[in-house]
């Protein structure tokens, strides 16, 4: 198979939980495909941040299938992942995922000849130290324009962001999910580098620890 070439891949809303729709897509997108788990040489994921409940399925699914089949593994940023829908923006590209507590996981990206440049690292923000890191990341780079707002969350809390609604545009909602394609895309290119990792050390990017690991380190 050619390995920049795209075989498949699901996108899917459904209310029920990871742990019973995942399995069951794994295996009809790769029936579809005519191929098996074992003919894959490695297994990528994305790591978070995110849902913690997410999260742990996905990884100990992902972790499972390169255990069985003796498979490397990659883990790539979901915000990373999320901020390709906004490839050809000319402008700060911010991913933002629902963080809870009236905050958000974000980043800001510049893409420029292909290349995707951080501008802002993974954080969990309030609202207004947000609009703060954005500008001050788009005045390190000397960008202009509004910042695309790529993810459900800013469709969601739109009534937010329309508080400085003259610093933002929203991706829309087709380019508003995390691609299972740009999780590839991402990985391939760690792969080609020889990064790769130990299915056994991989571990979730929560950013900020669940509520329950809060309350015990109390």
């Given amino acids: 198979m050619d390995e920049n070439r795209i075989y498949g891949e699901k996108i899917f809303y459904s209310e029920r939980t990871h742990s019973e ?24 994921v994305a790591t978070g941040p995110g849902s913690f409940t997410g999260l742990r399925i996905s990884l100990s699914t ?64 309030s609202f207004p130290k947000l609009v703060e890191v954005l500008k001050a990341g788009a005045q390190k780079m000397d960008v ?6 790529v993810g459900e969350v800013a469709h969601q809390r739109r009534s937010i962001f329309e508080q400085e ?8 909602h087709s380019l508003s999910l995390p691609r ?4 590839g895309q991402l990985a391939l290119k760690l792969a080609q580098k020889g990064l790769f990792q130990d299915p056994e050390h991989l571990v979730p990017t929560y950013i900020r620890l669940p509520t329950a690991q809060e309350k015990l380190g109390k």
């Avoid at 003796?70 to 050809?88: D, M």
């Avoid at 202009?144 to 707002?149: D, I």
């Fill in 144 to 149: 202009q324009g509004p910042f695309l707002l």
């Fill in 165 to 172: 609604k003259a610093f933002f545009n929203w991706a829309p």
């Fill in 21 to 44: 729709r995942l399995l069951p897509f794994v295996d009809e997108l790769l029936q579809q495909l005519a191929i098996s788990l074992s003919d894959i040489d490695c297994f990528a």
């Fill in 62 to 125: 992902v972790k499972a299938f390169a255990l069985a089949h003796k498979k490397p593994v990659i883990g790539v940023s979901t915000l990373e992942a999320l901020s390709l829908n906004g490839i050809f923006y000319a402008g700060l590209v911010c991913p933002l995922l629902d963080a809870g507590r009236e905050e958000f996981y974000a980043a800001a990206y510049l893409f420029a000849q292909g290349e995707r440049i951080s501008c802002v690292e993974e954080s969990v923000v």
């Fill in 180 to 183: 299972a394609s740009y999780v």
